[in-house]
């Protein structure tokens, strides 16, 4: 039996003996709801350790499949106060469950900071040695340390010193330790810091320069130079230093200038490759660098630079914008032989076909440039699109639906794990319940996963509706991947906005798949992804009142919110959405940056030119979604092209913002 069907059946076995899950397939949808209400009624409370609540309804809600989870919660709040055994009979019963292992980790935490540490041990051995969490790594060697067992620590402490970040802060005591025992040498933070340097951790990397001797002191504030000031680093270039650590830095400064000026990186270079023998591979790195930047930054003589590039320097990257780079010129019979000079699996793809045939078109050679659209008309993406549009043909839209399969619907109904998973999602509780539901759904079969997709759609879970029905493979179910949740808010307040609701629909399902309370890594949050700030800043033009978190995550704040700022970014460049679109991901004072100096710019190549590969691709996306939505919405067609206006100097009316 995997290990997976193990989790599965003790799962089962956890639930179906402690509540009524067994029969929750059968339970009437009335009670059902009651559970559902109840839970979320009495949740705030137990969040803050406040149990009495639940008391009134204990009765009901003990047989409800989230029971566990009210327990943990409540355990969590509560963990400095409540009984050790109550806690651990908790754990002996529901370990297995993702509730319990949270509270087993805030469980043993606590422990270690209430110095039961042979508690601590024994829960760290069991569950989280090996594990490699630096944090209850360095908790359990604290413990080591007062048990006296001091000759276990170091040889693990020095693992956990030497990397290229920092750690966690229940690492510090250990660290001291060592630095104590003179465990640490100056060979040692030399190496460290230039791990740090490599990671592109300068603050840690100034920490660790401060014990190093001298010389080593010296290599560190030529590193940290090479950061701060890589012009005047360059500038300053000794050939009488030359090693290969120097070589080494003055490549990194080299780069660091390219960023933002790949004209004088390549003039410092250059004269930097008279006086120093860099080797090989860092003088192709380094070139690859300038040359990229340089078309990312639009620069004329980006071409030139990527073409020149020795064999060693050029890659698939550079190959892609070499197009990027001529299309920006016009240089059609440039843009042929660079499409024709990609690896044989890149240059067939539907992007770089499509632009083949327009250079063609551009060429003359109409007929060759129609049977390359031809047989890019029927891909159901950006460039597909497009190409249906230089053929004045329909757009492929997918008609197939998930048929309803009762027997294998009725299984997974009272898997225990989708119930959890489901129930999660109707309490509120969507993040937890996503995580449950994909780690079942990835061991489906693929008619499993179908019939998943179908159960989530009916619920209204859109992006693990999405997300299943695209694992099975199935993409053209358009029904369940472009669904039209919250219809009338979209339409109401997208209206509002001056926008359209297909537009609003692209873009929330870009950036969220439609999960209200999802968290990007930048900290942008819901369905439209707003940044707290952003949120703040529309809510008060707009007189909404706003509760920050709660209302980002209410569905309908976040849509007009959203909406309000799509179309102010609408206004802001001139009624263009390709650009408002763009701004809406990337800002509006990077999307006015990329502007032309002058004249005006075909929108398509426009897009391609795009630095950002995140922004690129999501313009595309909304572009697409946006007629797939609009196709969803009306039955009609509606062209890309047909949203494409030219790309001029001045679009963007600045505001203050």
């Not at 840690?204 to 401060?210: E, G, I, T």
């Not at 390549?266 to 660098?289: C, I, K, N, T, Y």
């Not at 952003?534 to 959203?562: F, H, Q, V």
Request: glycine letters at 6%; one cysteine or more; aromatic letters at 10%.
């Amino acid at each position: 039996m995997s290990n997976r069907a193990v989790s599965l059946a003790l799962v089962s076995l956890v639930l179906s003996s402690s509540l009524a899950l067994a029969d929750d397939a059968i339970i009437d949808e009335q009670q059902l709801s009651g559970w559902r209400d109840t839970f979320r009624a009495v949740l705030p409370d137990v969040e803050r350790g406040n149990w009495s609540p639940v008391e009134k309804h204990g009765a009901l809600l003990e047989n409800y499949v989230l029971w566990p989870d009210l327990r943990a919660t409540w355990y969590k709040a509560k963990v400095s106060t409540a009984s050790h055994a109550d806690i651990e009979a908790y754990l002996d019963r529901y370990g297995i469950l993702k509730p319990a292992r949270e509270l087993r980790y805030r469980y043993a935490l606590h422990l270690a900071g209430e110095n039961h540490l042979d508690d601590y041990l024994a829960i760290y051995q069991q569950f989280y040695q090996g594990l490699e969490i630096a944090q209850l790594d360095c908790l359990a060697l604290q413990a080591e340390l007062q048990a006296g067992r001091q000759d276990r620590v170091v040889s693990r402490a020095r693992e956990l010193w030497m990397v290229g970040q920092s750690q966690a802060d229940e690492c510090d005591p250990v660290f001291a330790h060592l630095r104590a025992r003179q465990a640490l040498t100056t060979e040692d933070y030399a190496a460290r810091f230039q791990l740090a340097v490599d990671n592109r951790r300068f603050t840690l990397a100034r920490y660790l320069s401060r014990p190093l001797d001298p010389t080593y002191r010296e290599q560190a504030n030529t590193w940290l130079a090479a950061q701060d000031n890589p012009r005047d680093f360059v500038s300053a270039a000794d050939g009488g230093r030359d090693s290969a650590r120097y070589r080494q830095q003055l490549a990194f400064a080299i780069n660091r200038i390219a960023y933002t000026d790949p004209l004088a990186a390549l003039h410092h270079w250059r004269q930097l490759r008279q006086v120093f023998a860099f080797s090989p591979e860092v003088d192709a790195g380094v070139s690859r660098h300038i040359a990229l930047w340089s078309a990312r930054l639009h620069q004329p003589e980006a071409p030139a630079l990527l073409a020149s590039l020795a064999a060693d320097a050029a890659n698939l990257e550079t190959g892609r914008w070499l197009i990027r780079a001529v299309l920006l010129q016009h240089d059609w019979p440039e843009v042929v032989r660079s499409i024709d000079a990609l690896p044989p699996g890149e240059s067939r793809k539907s992007e770089w076909q499509y632009w083949k045939a327009v250079a063609l078109e551009e060429m003359g050679a109409s007929e060759e440039a129609a049977a390359i659209f031809e047989s890019v008309s029927g891909d159901r993406g950006y460039h597909g699109f497009l190409a249906a549009d230089a053929l004045d043909k329909p757009y492929t839209m997918g008609t197939e639906s998930v048929d309803d399969d009762p027997a294998i619907r009725e299984q997974l109904q009272r898997n225990p794990e989708l119930v959890r998973a489901r129930e999660l999602f109707f309490v509120g509780l969507e993040g937890r319940g996503r995580s449950e539901w994909d780690a079942v759904v990835s061991s489906l079969t693929q008619q499993e996963q179908l019939q998943a997709a179908l159960l989530a759609h009916d619920w209204g879970w859109h992006s693990r509706a999405i997300a299943t029905v695209a694992a099975a493979g199935e993409f053209d179910v358009l029904d369940i991947r472009y669904p039209l949740p919250w219809r009338q808010q979209f339409s109401e307040h997208s209206r509002t906005a001056g926008i359209t609701d297909s537009w609003a629909y692209g873009v929330a399902r870009s950036e969220s798949l439609f999960m209200r309370d999802i968290r990007s890594s930048a900290g942008a949050i819901g369905i439209m992804q707003l940044m707290p700030a952003t949120g703040r800043s529309a809510a008060r033009e707009i007189k909404l009142p706003y509760a920050g978190l709660a209302t980002l995550t209410d569905s309908t704040s976040n849509i007009r919110l959203g909406t309000y700022y799509l179309g102010k970014m609408y206004d802001r460049f001139d009624d263009n959405r390709v650009l408002a679109t763009a701004a809406y991901n990337a800002g509006p004072h990077r999307v006015e940056g990329w502007l032309p100096e002058s004249g005006a710019l075909d929108a398509r190549i426009w897009i391609e030119n795009i630095p950002f590969n995140e922004t690129r691709n999501y313009v595309r996306r909304v572009l697409t979604d946006e007629a797939i939505f609009y196709w969803r919405l009306t039955g009609r067609l509606r062209r890309i092209s047909a949203e494409l206006p030219q790309i001029v100097t001045g679009t963007s009316r600045v505001s203050s913002d």
